[in-house]
């Protein structure tokens, strides 16, 4: 699984991970901290770090092949962007929904 595709299901499930493994996998995938930083920053092993960041993925993939909500929105945003094009004078409140949907911001920020 590419970073890519991770951060899609992390967003949708990081709540399921612990509070830890939410801070690790933050500080590696958002903010780019290397392996040594985050083991100096948590006060762990490197390997440490690495097994967590493992145990994350595999986790994550299994809540998404169990449930599949990202892989549903990704369709159903799709869907809005359709809708939208198909609907112009509709489009900026159905972009919104399809903004909620993605991020729960709604478009606003």
């Known amino acids: 699984m590419k970073d890519f595709e991770f951060m899609r299901i992390w967003d949708r ?3 399921l991970l612990t509070r830890t493994q ?5 500080l590696y995938f958002n ?3 290397s392996l040594t ?3 100096e ?3 762990c092993s490197k390997q440490g770090v690495s097994d967590c960041l493992n145990i994350c993925r595999k986790k994550l993939e299994e809540y998404e092949q ?8 990704v369709r159903v945003k799709e869907a809005l962007g359709l809708f939208a ?14 903004d909620l949907l993605e ?6 920020e």
Request: glycine share 12%.
């Open 31 to 33: 903010y780019d901290l």
């Open 103 to 108: 991020n729960g911001k709604g478009g606003e």
């Open 66 to 73: 169990k449930l599949g909500f990202a892989e549903q929105t």
């Open 85 to 98: 094009k198909r609907n112009p004078e509709h489009a900026e409140e159905i972009l919104k929904i399809a």
């Open 13 to 15: 499930y990081n709540p």
């Open 37 to 39: 930083e985050i083991a």
């Open 22 to 26: 939410r801070e690790i996998t933050d």
């Open 41 to 43: 920053e948590k006060g």
